[in-house]
């Protein structure tokens, strides 16, 4: 099987690309290193991840680099991860959403249907349900409303994809993911700054009063799920173009990843309070029951063995200062 990887450099891209590489596929990863976070850690998932892959750098929101990845290329699937994440930009920055969420999605969707390829996948988010009050959040609710731009560009894939797909030769599957964490994890996320200050003794910024609460998905659990998505995808000769929930459930407040992380590190983080982010919704939760349909599993790994796990490659296998420099 020949895939195309976006964001392969990225957190949940490497280690999917990983696993499709150890399955056989021949995969082209591709991914800009941009510097939303340290382009270093980018690199280090290169050396860890992708070794057996053909890494190529290039940015999606340029037409002719990615008509030339296309060409001759017979991708059977194509899995687009590649986007400006996070919520928390300001609005001189909302260019970065346009550019690699808008712009590069549609050059990646368009590219697919035009060279004739037969699976599309790509990332959606939890983010489209907004501040949804109907939870657990369900792939059947219609009335969706997103409270960030970030959001909105999420929401755009999906109908973007339906829309580009219909009456092609193209299925297209979005990716709504539930906060996604463990090791080589994103240094912009909460359980990531929390880690991070507890090792190094450094003091955390908590936006708002600690009770946001999240669904959170293990990132062996989100990537097996992937896996188990492309696959399910390929092997249906049905006209499909559906989003999907990856998440099982889990919800959390984040004063309780603290109290978590806390008992691991056997230390007390010191906190800071600053005012609530506007575009952070209040709550997230998945109804994981359409995953478990598709791929017979949902994620399960519990967020006090997950967080073991990510404190351990963080305060045992990264030099502190390279911690310092991530974040
Ligand atoms: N991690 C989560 O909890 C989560 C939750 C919901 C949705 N998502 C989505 O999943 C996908 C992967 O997220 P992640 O957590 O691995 O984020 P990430 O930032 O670690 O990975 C995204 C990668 O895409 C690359 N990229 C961005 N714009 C690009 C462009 N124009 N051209 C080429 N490469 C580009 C970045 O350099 C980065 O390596 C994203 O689409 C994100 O929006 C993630």
Redesign the pocket.
Known sequence: MKILV????????SYVAQLLANKGAEVTA?????D??S?SL?ELRIENFLRETNFIN????NREDVERIFKNSNFDVVL???????VRLEPQDFHKYT???LV?FQNIISHSVANGVKNFI??????VYGNSSKTPYSELDKELSPISY?GAT?LSNEQSAHAITRNTNTKSRG???????GPW??PD?AYFRIAKSLILDQNFKLYGDGTLRRDF?YVDDASQSILLLIENLTETNDRISDVVNVGGGNVYAINQLIDVLNEISKKKLSVTRRPQVNTDVLQTSADGSYLEQLTGKIPSTKLEKGLLSTYKWMSEEVDPEKLRLWT
């Open positions: 976006t964001g392969a450099a990225g957190f949940i891209g591709i991914d800009n290193l941009n939303y976070y382009p980018k290039i940015d999606i929101a687009n991860l590649a986007a400006q994440a996070g550019d690699s969420n590069g790509y990332a959606s988010s939890s983010s970030y999420k990716l709504r993911l539930f906060t996604v964490y994890g994103r996320m998905t």
